[in-house]
């Protein structure tokens, strides 16, 4: 649990900046375990500053619109098994997918 409450801490500080950090490319394959068990995020190839009006969009997205089951595409652009419905839509990695993907690594650490 402590290594899943590290990576949601990690998550809550990339998503806090200003302006925010999405990772884009959140998955337990990208997070080590440091020689004091402590879980560090990495692999910041697909990182980037959402910009303000996709941030706005966003929120509203995520407020509104059902969340759907991924499908099992496969994609050369992330990780379909860790992929947010949105980026199944073709849409860009946000926040929100960042969050999907934080689910994900929780469901699969437990």
């Not at 375990?33 to 990182?47: L, P, Q, Y």
């Not at 595409?73 to 969050?99: C, F, M, N, Q």
Request: with cysteine; aromatic share 6%; glycine share 4%.
């Amino acid at each position: 649990i402590s290594q899943i409450y590290d990576v949601t801490r990690g998550v809550e500080c990339l998503h806090s900046r200003t302006p925010p950090i999405c990772h884009g490319d959140l998955k337990s394959i990208n997070i080590l375990v440091n020689s004091e068990c402590r879980a560090v995020i990495t692999d910041f190839g697909s990182a980037h500053h959402p910009v303000a009006k996709d941030l706005n969009q966003e929120r509203e997205r995520v407020m509104e619109e059902p969340q759907s089951a991924p499908s099992l595409e496969a994609t050369s652009h992330y990780t379909v098994r860790w992929a947010a419905p949105e980026l199944l839509k073709e849409d860009e990695s946000g926040l929100a997918s960042d969050i999907w993907a934080l689910g994900w690594v929780a469901y699969k650490v437990r």
